[in-house]
């Protein structure tokens, strides 16, 4: 007995490590590429275009937030409890259906935004938007597919899109560029184009037997909206500021300049919370009603997060002084503050997924709230005198205390899980 349990327990870390290692390879190759892109930038593209690229894709990030209404997670939730192969695929088929109706909802709208950026004269903006309008709300999609694959333990197919977008739109760069035709109103068309293609065709190939109206779907939904989704959605809405809107906020009030040193510091620093992030997502399912968060898995976290932290400073560091130039010098005194920045974000997933997997939406929306009220103080705070310098700061006050909320209620369902064993 004791050998079937030891066997049974090996069989889940393998394949957790697994998942996660699949998972890490795929976007840490796909985040290596990312950066590759940004570099290309700097080079085919002027310090001011890079910034406003960051701009763009800052203010999509911002207002797409609104049009999830927490069903990325509801829906998870709901693919996890069905029984059977075939009912997840139905139960995704649907989900992804409503991910397109929020899509087109969303593009619409930032056609009718873009005329706000007119009236805050930012005329260059607005006009990229509406460029890339018939595209911009992919990460709609894409949450919602992602979602989709992590409940079905669908690994493979949520870590590739992110790796065979980065890989083709590198290429892409390098033939634009050969043929005269990168210009800024190409990249920021050609990005979102390609980030929607990557995603559609994956998700319509998969799904495509199941994008139908289904009744049974949307009163459970309904049900699940109602229990916890709009509790989500609302903690989403409050927690916005934290994460999203720094650079948005430094476009503002600072040169597109900055916004482009701050962005390519973040980029660089990016890689580091991959190996939260794997780990958290390769252990989704399985955390799902668990009392607490694998100690093994948040040593290993930890400890080879802080090892490839020093080794992304190390290699940021070379990059900056040798191959981007004395105009982007300044992002030196940045880089080691995104580097810590990105360390608490990564381990911070492990206890974003432990929450999500337990629907723990009332203590997500304290979270959220806590986020708000340091956020607002924070980046208006330390970014309108500060700038980039403010926004990182910023962005580490603001992690920390969402860490330490986290923490503080994992380690309150560890408690109640044992006082449910005592009892």
């Given at each position: 007995m004791i050998y079937d349990?030891?066997?049974?327990?090996?069989?889940?870390?393998?394949?957790?490590?697994?998942?996660?290692?699949?998972?890490?390879?795929?976007?840490?190759?796909?985040?290596?590429?990312?950066?590759?892109?940004?570099?290309?930038?700097?080079?085919?593209?002027?310090?001011?275009?890079?910034?406003q690229i960051s701009y763009i894709v800052s203010i999509v990030s911002v207002t797409s937030v609104f049009f999830t209404f927490g069903i990325d997670n509801s829906g998870g939730?709901?693919?996890?409890?069905?029984?059977?192969?075939?009912?997840?695929?139905?139960?995704?088929?649907?989900?992804?259906?409503?991910?397109?109706?929020?899509?087109?909802?969303?593009?619409?709208?930032?056609?009718l935004f873009s005329v706000v950026l007119e009236l805050l004269?930012?005329?260059?903006?607005?006009?990229?938007?509406?460029?890339?309008?018939?595209?911009?709300?992919?990460?709609l999609i894409l949450l919602v597919y992602n979602e989709v694959c992590y409940a079905r333990g669908a690994i493979r197919q949520a870590s590739i899109q992110l790796f065979f977008y980065y890989i083709s739109y590198f290429f892409l760069i390098i033939v634009l560029n050969y043929f005269k035709a990168y210009t800024l109103k190409v990249a920021v068309i050609s990005e979102f184009g390609l980030h929607f293609?990557?995603?559609?065709?994956?998700?319509?190939?998969?799904?495509?037997?199941?994008?139908?109206?289904?009744?049974?779907?949307?009163?459970?939904?309904?049900?699940?909206?109602?229990?916890r989704g709009l509790a989500v959605y609302l903690s989403r809405i409050v927690f916005l500021p934290a994460f999203n809107i720094s650079t948005f906020i430094l476009g503002i009030f600072h040169p597109m300049s900055s916004v482009a040193f701050y962005?390519?510091?973040?980029t660089i620093s990016s890689p580091i919370s991959v190996v939260g992030e794997s780990i958290g997502k390769a252990m989704y399912r399985k955390m799902n009603n668990k009392?607490?968060?694998?100690k093994k898995a948040l040593v290993c976290t930890v400890g080879i997060t802080l090892g490839f932290a020093a080794l992304i400073w190390a290699a940021g560091s070379f990059v900056i002084i040798v191959l981007l130039g004395?105009?982007?010098?300044?992002?030196?005194?940045?880089?080691?503050?995104?580097?810590?920045?990105?360390?608490?974000?990564?381990?911070?997933?492990?206890?974003?997924?432990?929450?999500?997997?337990?629907?723990?939406?009332?203590?997500?929306?304290?979270?959220?709230?806590?986020?708000?009220?340091?956020?607002?103080?924070?980046?208006?705070?330390?970014?309108?005198?500060?700038?980039?310098?403010?926004?990182?700061?910023?962005?580490?006050?603001?992690?920390?205390a969402i860490l330490s909320v986290r923490m503080y209620?994992?380690?309150?369902?560890?408690?109640?899980?044992?006082?449910?064993?005592?009892?």
């Open positions: 349990m030891t066997k049974k327990f090996l069989s889940k870390i393998g394949e957790t490590t697994k998942d996660s290692a699949q998972l890490f390879i795929a976007e840490g190759a796909g985040l290596f590429f990312g950066m590759l892109i940004y570099f290309l930038r700097t080079r085919y593209l002027s310090v001011d275009d890079v910034g939730r709901m693919v996890l409890r069905e029984e059977g192969e075939l009912n997840k695929r139905r139960c995704g088929g649907a989900l992804m259906t409503t991910s397109f109706i929020l899509f087109a909802a969303f593009d619409i709208f930032m056609l004269h930012k005329p260059d903006s607005a006009l990229l938007i509406r460029l890339a309008a018939p595209f911009i709300g992919y990460n293609l990557t995603v559609f065709i994956p998700a319509f190939v998969e799904y495509r037997l199941y994008f139908k109206p289904d009744r049974q779907f949307w009163e459970k939904l309904k049900m699940e909206e109602k229990e962005s390519l510091c973040n009392r607490e968060i694998q004395k105009d982007y010098r300044p992002m030196l005194t940045l880089l080691p503050l995104t580097v810590v920045s990105y360390v608490i974000r990564g381990i911070t997933s492990m206890y974003t997924y432990f929450m999500n997997a337990n629907g723990m939406a009332k203590e997500q929306k304290v979270v959220a709230y806590v986020g708000l009220a340091v956020s607002l103080s924070a980046n208006f705070g330390l970014i309108i005198p500060f700038g980039a310098m403010g926004g990182v700061y910023a962005s580490i006050v603001i992690l920390i209620f994992c380690h309150k369902r560890r408690l109640q899980g044992r006082e449910t064993d005592i009892e």
